[in-house]
Structure formats: structure tokens, C-alpha cells
């Protein structure tokens, strides 16, 4: 079956640690996003990435880091800088002739 | 800036009928998403509107209106299982390519 897998389901992260959340996608789609929700909150746009080895900072980057080496995968880093990182994270991805977002069923971040 | 509006929670009656508004002030507005979230879920897609007018899929019905930067969701023959969280989102398009802004999200509650 076509999906994207978001893993793990459940991470802890200890002060002054960098994580990476995982994010594959075998729909053969050519865009990928990243956002991170707070509770009782929308989803705000962290990454996106258009096509292969080229991504745009959203609306929250800071603190926040990407690649996209592969198609079918875009990891995020949430790193040291990052002072608020409890959250869920949610990863997207979007055919190119389609305007709809596909999700992952998230990673929810708690800092230790 | 980008800003979407919608209410933060409201309640209803199984087998009455609910309409969530939703407004917005964007730039390169290219169309708008309603998507419905469970708790700790993925937002699941649920209504896609570009042009003007009612879009009818089975209980559910989103309208849009450009001119007025307005949306609603319409959810008629509420069910206990509609109690989620709906999401207005719009498709916007930037130099980086299409992404997607969300509002914060209507809480719907539905009651017996």
C-alpha cells in the first residue's frame, strides 16, 4: 500500500539534544512539508520542499533543520536551538498535479 | 500577512446540522482545504474548493466565495463520530512553490 510513514510514533528528546524525526514516502510524490502542531492549535508550516536537493523555510524554521537527498524522504532535525520542541509533527506530501496533502500519522516530540 | 479565521469550538446535536465558517486575508490565494482531525490523528482530507459556489460529497458540503474571502463547511445528519477538530486551510502560491496555511481549527462537539 502507497503511504507515508512518520517514524517513531513517540520520541524524547533531553535539553541541548539534536533528534530526527523520520519521514518516507512511497507515493512517488515530488513535494514534502513539515509542521508542527500545538495542542488546541493549527498546523504551522516548519519545512517544504518542492522537488529533489532544494527546500524553503515556512513560517517556523528556526531552530528547525532539513535535507532532501531522496525523493522519497525528508527527515527533520530538531535541534538545540529549538527551546520549545514539545509538539506534534506532522509530514505532508503533495503530488505535483494534485493540490491536496497526503499526512503521516505524526511523531509526538516531549522534551525530558 | 496570511491570516485565517475560523471558531475555536462549537457544539451540536446528533442528527442536526452544523456550518463552520471560516474566513481569510492571503496573498496568492490559489484555493481552500477543510481537512478533519481526531485527536492525536492525521488530518484527513475532506473538501477541496477553487471556484465560487457549494461543493456537495455525501453529508458534507464547503462553499467558497473569492470575493469575500469566505468558506464554510456544511455537516448535516450530525453523527457521534463527527466530533473532531476541522480545519480551514488555503492553498497559497509563493516563489518557493505551493504550500498550504491552516487556521487554528473549530473544536465541533456533538451531542446527544
Known amino acids: 500500500d502507497g503511504g507515508i510513514t512518520q517514524s517513531p510514533k513517540y520520541l524524547f528528546r533531553k535539553e541541548g539534544q539534536n533528534v530526527t524525526l523520520s519521514c518516507e514516502q512511497n507515493l512517488n510524490h515530488d513535494a514534502m512539508y513539515w509542521y508542527r502542531q500545538d495542542p488546541g492549535q493549527g498546523l504551522r508550516l516548519i519545512y517544504y520542499s518542492q522537488i529533489v536537493n532544494d527546500f524553503q523555510k515556512g513560517d517556523i524554521a528556526e531552530g528547525y533543520s532539513v535535507s532532501r537527498e531522496k525523493k522519497e524522504s525528508f527527515p527533520l532535525t530538531v535541534t538545540s536551538a529549538q527551546k520549545n520542541p514539545t509538539a506534534f509533527y506532522l509530514c505532508a506530501s503533495r503530488d505535483r498535479e494534485d493540490e491536496k496533502l497526503f499526512f503521516g500519522s505524526g511523531t509526538q516530540l516531549s522534551v525530558l | 500577512g496570511q491570516n485565517i479565521d475560523q471558531p475555536t469550538e462549537m457544539t451540536a446535536t446528533e442528527g442536526a446540522i452544523v456550518q463552520i465558517n471560516c474566513t481569510y486575508q492571503?496573498?496568492?490565494?490559489?484555493?481552500l482545504f477543510w481537512y478533519q482531525q481526531h485527536a492525536g490523528e492525521a488530518p484527513t482530507f475532506l473538501s477541496y474548493?477553487?471556484?465560487?459556489g457549494l461543493e456537495e460529497k455525501g453529508r458534507f458540503s464547503s462553499f467558497l466565495s473569492r470575493s469575500k474571502g469566505y468558506s464554510y463547511l456544511l455537516l448535516k445528519e450530525l453523527q457521534m463520530k463527527d466530533s473532531a477538530s476541522y480545519l480551514c486551510?488555503?492553498?497559497?502560491?509563493?516563489?518557493?512553490?505551493?504550500?498550504?496555511?491552516f487556521g487554528t481549527g473549530t473544536q465541533l462537539k456533538v451531542e446527544l
Open positions: 492571503t496573498s496568492g490565494f490559489n484555493g
Open positions: 474548493n477553487v471556484l465560487d
Open positions: 486551510a488555503a492553498s497559497l502560491l509563493t516563489g518557493g512553490g505551493n504550500k498550504l496555511t
